[in-house]
Structure formats: structure tokens, C-alpha cells
């Protein structure tokens, strides 16, 4: 793979104009296909294939709804001070505010709450309500404003007056403050990364361009069927712009110590593509089957929101292979600090540092230094050192003094770890979910007002009935001979009679719960419907409605995160003893994810669930996390974990196949891709924190932070302390494959062996030996 790899870099860097005008044509063109059709979607959750959708189906097909243009929200009257609108005056303020209601702009139809033959009035008479008829494509604040201004002479006399249920949310907001703010961050991390403006500013630019191709595909993709969610594009665009600027970090700074190596500009292109490019595309690969998997829990919404985020990762990758290569051969040695770029026509020779008189070169990671031979067992302390030092970081630097800490002390720096992931993993044991708020997200709306307002006065689950649906020819009578069986169960307030359809041989009941639609009795009663319909003679009976879809989807969830987590971890065993060639290995790496999971979805829970600094997230009201939430972070940090684990122990393998023995083959690698990896992680841990810390949607405020929670563990204290620690333990035990199994597997060859066997690539010019480097 790293021989393609190299040739691909090799030939976007040699026909530069190329390259940048395919991908400006594909731009253009999705731009075009955006513009002409791109919609969003906001259809309620569903599983295809179970029986709550299919009957839902077949109930919008056999009762049509009268106006598919057109959404229902409710205008809910309170009288003051527990008196009843049922009064003669209170009726005629009432029936005023229906009738101007019914004259505001969008406002199709306002229905009476006193009509005779459908009241809508509590049995009090402390609240009424009227069914408003509204065009889907219209402001629902605007709407709202509206209707304040008809409601004031109500609102006046202290009659309580909101507005429940929902339209279209419209296009998403992806690109608030705190995003902003966050790829700011990830801009800085990159200027101090690389001392250099121009190789930080063609870092984000490539990652930016990446993005904006990918968003520009998910809504292109839109344009060929009903619209997509917009919780779909705000994950590809969080997704998309931290892998699109991480990968492209990890194939700059290969770029950039293959330069200090001497090397000509576009050998160097082409070794850094077709080394750190194979841990691209592996680390890449990684995240896209991930998130693909998500398939496999059968819900549409999810299938497409792990698809979208998978193209936004696959237009990263591409990016990253093609562009980035095309901006490497533009920057030449202007991507090193400004110190470090050789006169112009002058051969490359690395500076002098003031502090020891060592060349820089020989103080950064080096690819292809000579590996010395491994000391032997008896060799002394200071031979041993010299092993490790080789192609690492020079001098009492944080990272190399991390390196040999924990190499020195494993046991310590385990238990260490392992009781850090702990302490933040508690909170997890008692997470909970729902999969939408009754009333809406935000508890101050007048949404959530109309919700309580009306379940207080007619019941928990007036809103949320569900559906028995009969279907055959004697449809109606069934559901007629039902009707007492269903009304006798428990958890049932009540039961509708029965509603024939006109042109199909179906009628269906509607079905008043006791409790709420979150409420765990109401899916057990769901269930118990359906049991107790499995004996009724006459007819096909379904039970359906939003309530019994919500209780399949979460049920779906439970069960679909046990299946998805065990194939991720399947994965990711099968993956890493491909790369590394090694049992141990693929343990620990999978060990390590399911530790920083655990500890991104306890902070996460105990800030979103107990409320703990929910101000900081701009936290409304504390409830149990969206279904969604551990099913998508599972994906997300599952890929972004076995990049790090790839990016670092890779260059541990490495050392250790050229010969060096464990302990200073994990000094030399960690030396070399740990500076690499804690940049990576802050950028990562500063985009996901922007979403996090956004104040908007709380499911995607969520996922932003239990991905920041777990980039941050899994980077700083799984792969850079418990996974060097525990390999230091092992041994030579750490590296072992059973020959059997190491002839059989393929060899993906990430540490770009293949290229040494070869011979370097053509030069642009006469190579450059560092100064002060070691030679053969």
C-alpha cells in the first residue's frame, strides 16, 4: 500500500494544477446539484421492517391526512385562578381569540374547543384547546409573535396562553461562536506545532477544503431522496474538520522531518504520503466501517447519519492523499520554521540551538536514522539510553521525560491511570436515555408550556395515544368487539371509538396511556396490547402511533448498541493484529478504547444527566442523554481511538522490527509520533469542544463532549501512559504472533518498508545530507 500511496503523493505534487482543478470541478458541480435540490428532513424515528412502522404506513395510506402541506399546533387557553372557561364570557374571549387566531398570516384553520362534536375542553373546564392548521414551510417564531399579539387581550387578564407542538426546524446552524471559536484553537495548536504560519495555514486550509466538499456531497446526497437530518450534517461537519485536519497534520510533519533528513522536495512529498498516507487511509478505514456499521442497528436515522459522517471522512482522507501533497510541493521548506529553511539555491543544513549546540535536526523525530544494533543484556545504563535517544527528542523536554517515567515506573503509571479513568467512568453506571423530551428541549418555551399546561388538565398521555390498527374486511366490527378487551387493561385511560377508513378495509382505536410517553409503563403497556391482541379473531391488529414507534426505536437502541459495541470490538481485535502483527497488541488498544469510553460517557453523564457545571454547556434542564448519544460516540471514538493507537505504537513497532529491544524501541517511538499525537489531540479535543460547549442542540452538545472527555483520555492517558506501560511489562511477550497466523495475514506495510527496498524516489534536485546527522 505505501508504494501507491507514495506514487499517488508523488503524481498530485508533479501536476499540481491537475489535482486542484478536479477538485475545483467537483466542487462546482455538487455546488450546482446543492442549489438545485438539497432539502432537510425532520420525519420522527422508525425502524424499517417492525410492526409500529409498517402499521404507521399503512395508517397514512388508509387515512390520509387532509392537508399534507400543513402541521398542527395547538393553541392552548388556561383560565386564571382556577375558574372555568365554560362561563358564557369566558367562552365568547375564547371563541374571539379563535377567530383572529384563524386570520393569522399562515394560519390555515383554528379549530373551536367547544365544538360539540369534537370538544377540546378538560373536564373542569380550566383549559381549552384549539387545533391550529399551519403551513409546514412557515416561522414557527413568527407565528408565535403573532399569536401573542391576537392572545393579549386574553393574556391581559391573566388567562395563560401558549403555543404547543412543532414544524420544520429548517436548515441546521453549523457554524456558530463557539465552533468558530474552536477552529481557532485548532489554528493555534497548529502554529505551535510547526513555527510556521505557512505550514499551519495549509494544515487548515486543506482540512476547511475537505469540509467543505464533504458538506457540499451530504446535500447533494440529499437532493436524491426525502432530505436528510439536520443533526446528520452538524456530525459530518464535527467529524469531518478534526479527522480532516488531523490527518493532514500527521502527513505534514512526515513531510517536514523528511526535509530535515536533507531530502529534496518532492522525495519528501512522496515518502510522507506514502508512509504517514498509509496510516491515513488505515486509521481512515477504521472510522468509515465504524461509522457504517451503524447500519446494523436498522433505524434509517441512524444508517443515514453514520453514512453522512463516514463521506465526510472519506472526502478527509482523499483530501489528505491528494491535496495536501499538491500544497506540500507549493510550501517546500517553507512548511519548517523560518530558522530552519536553507538560502535560497543553498544545500539544507539544519541550525545551531543556542542552549546545547546541537543541531535542531538531531532534536526532532527523525524517519530514517541508522537504528543502532540492540545492546546486549549486560550493555550499561548509558548505551541502553543512547539506543533509545537515537532519532528522538534531545534534552530534558516534557515528552521525553513523560516517555522514560513511564517506561521506568509501568506498574506505578498503570495503577495511576487506570484509577484516573475510574474516577471518571463512575457517573456512567447510572446513565439513562430517552429519545425526545415531551414538550420540546427547552423547558422555558412555550412548547414545553402548552405540553405540561395540557397533560396536567386531560392526562399524561392525551397527546400520545396510541394506535390499535385493524385491518381486513371485517375491520370495523373487530375493533368494536375490542374495545372493551383494550379498555380493561392496565395503563389505560381511555379508548376512542371506533374510526373506519373510507376507501380501505381498515379501522383502528385510539389508545389514552396513564402515563407519558417516556414513561417505562407505557411501553410496558405497548407490550401488552400486543399480547393481548394475538388471539383476536377477524383481522390483521397492529399496534402503532409516534408513542409505540419511540418505544421500538429505544428498544432498538438497547439492544443494537450490545450487537454494535461487540462487532466494534471485533473489529478492532481483527484490525490491529493485521497493522501490528501482534496479540497483545489489538488487546490492549481495544482494552484502552472501552476504558476512554467509559470515561467520556460518565462526564458526559454527569453533567448532562446530573446537571454538575451544566451551565458551562449551556445546560437548561437536566435530563437522562438522547438515545442516540452512546450509539454514535461509540462509532466516532472507536475510529479517532485506533488513530492514535495507530499513529503512536506504530512507530514503536517500527523501531522494534529495525531492531531495537522493547524498552528502548517504546522510548524512540514514543519520541518520535508523541508530539504528533498530543497535537492531534488537542485539535480534535478543540473542534468536538466548540459543539460541546455551543448552547444549541443538547444531543449534539452531548456527543461534542464526551468526545472531547474521551479524545483527551484515550490520547493522553490510555495510548501515552497505559498502553507504554503495559507494554513495558510484556516485554518481547508484547510483540509475539503465532507464526502460523503471522505467514497467513497480509503485510499492509504501514511503516513503509517497501519504499526503503526500492530505492528512493526521483529527486527534484541533489539530496541533501542533514548536518550533524548520523551516516552510514
Do not use: C
Request: proline residues 5%.
Amino acid at each position: 500500500m505505501s508504494r501507491l500511496l507514495s506514487r499517488i503523493g508523488a503524481f498530485s505534487a508533479g501536476h499540481r494544477l491537475v489535482v486542484a482543478g478536479a477538485w475545483l470541478v467537483l466542487t462546482v458541480v455538487l455546488t450546482v446539484v446543492t442549489i438545485s435540490g438539497a432539502k432537510f428532513s425532520d420525519a420522527e424515528f422508525s425502524i424499517s421492517g417492525a410492526e409500529s412502522t409498517t402499521a404507521l404506513a399503512t395508517m397514512k395510506e388508509a387515512f390520509p391526512e387532509a392537508d399534507p402541506d400543513a402541521g398542527e399546533l395547538l393553541l392552548v387557553v388556561e383560565a386564571p385562578g382556577g375558574t372555568s372557561l365554560t362561563r358564557p364570557n369566558d367562552r365568547r374571549l375564547v371563541a374571539g381569540l379563535v377567530s383572529r387566531a384563524a386570520a393569522v398570516p399562515d394560519v390555515k384553520s383554528a379549530a373551536d374547543p367547544f365544538d360539540e362534536s369534537r370538544p377540546y375542553v378538560s373536564r373542569d373546564g380550566s383549559v381549552a384547546v384549539s387545533t391550529l392548521t399551519v403551513d409546514l414551510e412557515a416561522d414557527q417564531a413568527v407565528v408565535e409573535d403573532n399569536l401573542r399579539e391576537a392572545a393579549a387581550a386574553l393574556t391581559d387578564r391573566g388567562y395563560g396562553v401558549e403555543l404547543g407542538g412543532a414544524l420544520d426546524d429548517g436548515p441546521p446552524e453549523i457554524a456558530g461562536v463557539t465552533e468558530i471559536a474552536g477552529v481557532v484553537i485548532a489554528f493555534v495548536v497548529l502554529l505551535l506545532t510547526f513555527g510556521s504560519l505557512a505550514a499551519a495555514g495549509a494544515n487548515m486550509l486543506t482540512a476547511l477544503s475537505g469540509v467543505v466538499v464533504g458538506v457540499l456531497g451530504i446535500l447533494a446526497w440529499s437532493a436524491t431522496g426525502e432530505g436528510i437530518q439536520s443533526t446528520t450534517l452538524i456530525i459530518a461537519v464535527m467529524l469531518g474538520l478534526a479527522v480532516g485536519i488531523d490527518y493532514a497534520l500527521l502527513i505534514l510533519s512526515r513531510f517536514r522531518d523528511e526535509l530535515r533528513r536533507g531530502a529534496g522536495i518532492d522525495a519528501a512529498v512522496a515518502r510522507a504520503s506514502g508512509t504517514a498516507g498509509t496510516s491515513v487511509v488505515v486509521a481512515g478505514t477504521t472510522v468509515v466501517i465504524a461509522l457504517a456499521g451503524l447500519s446494523v442497528v436498522r433505524i434509517a436515522f441512524i444508517t443515514e447519519m453514520g453514512l453522512g459522517a463516514a463521506l465526510a471522512v472519506i472526502v478527509a482522507v482523499a483530501a489528505s492523499l491528494t491535496l495536501v501533497p499538491v500544497v506540500l510541493r507549493t510550501l517546500g521548506h517553507r512548511a519548517l520554521p523560518r530558522r530552519e529553511r536553507p538560502a535560497r539555491g543553498a544545500a539544507y543544513a539544519a541550525p545551531v540551538t543556542a542552549a546545547a549546540g546541537t543541531p535542531a535536526a538531531e532534536q526532532v523525530p527523525t524517519e530514517q536514522a541508522p537504528v543502532a544494533e540492540a545492546p546486549a543484556a549486560d550493555a550499561p545504563a548509558d548505551a541502553s539510553a543512547a539506543t533509545e535517544g537515537s532519532g528522538s527528542r534531545r534534552g530534558p523536554g516534557l515528552l521525553s521525560r513523560w516517555a522514560r517515567m513511564v517506561v521506568d515506573r509501568p506498574v506505578l503509571t498503570m495503577l495511576g491511570g487506570i484509577a484516573l479513568v475510574a474516577l471518571l467512568a463512575v457517573p456512567a453506571l447510572s446513565l439513562t436515555t430517552e429519545l425526545d423530551p415531551p414538550g420540546g428541549p427547552d423547558p422555558a418555551s412555550s412548547q414545553r408550556a402548552a405540553y405540561t399546561t395540557v397533560s396536567d388538565a386531560f392526562g399524561a398521555g392525551e397527546q400520545n395515544p396510541l394506535i390499535v390498527l385493524f385491518e381486513g374486511t371485517e375491520a370495523a366490527d373487530t375493533a368494536t368487539g375490542t374495545a372493551k378487551k383494550i379498555t380493561a387493561l392496565d395503563g389505560v385511560a381511555d379508548v376512542s371509538p371506533v374510526q373506519r377508513a373510507e376507501e380501505a378495509d381498515a379501522a383502528f382505536l385510539a389508545v389514552t396511556p396513564d402515563h407519558g410517553p417516556t414513561d417505562p409503563r407505557t411501553g410496558d403497556l405497548v407490550n401488552s396490547l400486543r399480547t393481548a391482541m394475538d388471539d383476536v379473531a377477524g383481522a390483521k391488529v397492529s399496534v402503532t402511533g409516534q408513542t409505540a414507534v419511540d418505544v421500538d426505536v429505544d428498544s432498538a437502541l438497547s439492544s443494537g448498541l450490545i450487537i454494535y459495541l461487540i462487532a466494534v470490538v471485533g473489529l478492532s481485535l481483527l484490525l490491529l493484529t493485521l497493522v501490528f502483527r501482534s496479540v497483545m497488541v489489538p488487546l490492549l488498544a481495544t482494552a484502552g478504547f472501552l476504558m476512554s469510553l467509559a470515561a467520556g460517557l460518565g462526564v458526559t453523564v454527569a453533567v448532562f444527566q446530573w446537571g454538575w457545571a451544566g451551565a458551562l454547556v449551556g445546560l437548561d434542564e437536566a435530563r437522562p442523554l438522547a438515545s442516540l448519544t452512546p450509539l454514535i460516540v461509540v462509532g466516532v471514538l472507536f475510529g479517532l481511538a485506533m488513530d492514535y493507537q495507530v499513529f503512536l505504537v506504530a512507530r514503536m513497532h517500527e523501531a522494534h522490527r529495525n531492531g531495537l529491544p522493547t524498552r528502548a524501541a517504546i522510548v524512540r517511538g514514543f519520541g518520535q509520533a508523541s508530539p504528533v499525537v498530543v497535537a492531534a489531540a488537542a485539535i480534535m479535543a478543540s473542534v468536538f469542544a466548540g459543539f460541546a460547549f455551543s448552547g444549541g442542540d443538547q444531543m449534539v452538545a452531548s456527543i461534542g463532549l464526551a468526545l472531547t472527555v474521551g479524545v483527551l483520555v484515550d490520547a493522553l492517558v490510555v495510548r501515552m501512559l497505559l498502553v507504554p506501560a503495559a507494554l513495558r511489562l510484556l516485554g518481547e511477550a508484547g510483540w509475539w504472533i503465532p507464526r502460523a497466523l503471522d505467514r497467513v495475514l497480509p503485510d499492509i506495510d504501514t511503516e513503509g518498508s517497501s519504499l526503503d527496498q526500492e530505492g528512493p524516489p526521483k529527486e527534484d534536485g541533489p539530496r541533501h545530507e542533514l548536518a550533524g546527522s548520523a551516516r552510514n
